[in-house]
């Protein structure tokens, strides 16, 4: 008798198992980072996640993205000579 696409199904089946048990080095958005290289971008990700929600928590919410921008509209350089 045969076993239809039991066996098919038991190999995707056991593949994804495998894929689970990698270890956080393995996986490849941290392939060729060390553990302190990780932590730091992981770290910077997560400030940059808090300041977001912060802003938005505030009700500051100017178009997100760049916390670098200044806001001030260059109103030092806009002076005119009469």
Do not use: C, F, P, Y
Not at 5 to 32: C, F, H, P, T, V
């Amino acid at each position: 008798m045969t076993r239809g696409n039991q066996r098919d199904i038991a190999r995707e089946k056991n593949s994804k198992n495998q894929k689970k048990g990698l270890s956080s080095s393995e996986m490849d958005g941290n392939k060729g980072l060390s553990l302190q290289e990780r932590q730091i971008r992981d770290a910077a990700k997560m400030r940059e996640k808090q300041q977001l929600a912060q802003q938005k928590k505030e009700g500051g919410n100017s178009g997100g993205g760049n916390n670098n921008a200044s806001s001030g509209g260059g109103a030092a350089a806009s002076t005119t000579v009469r």
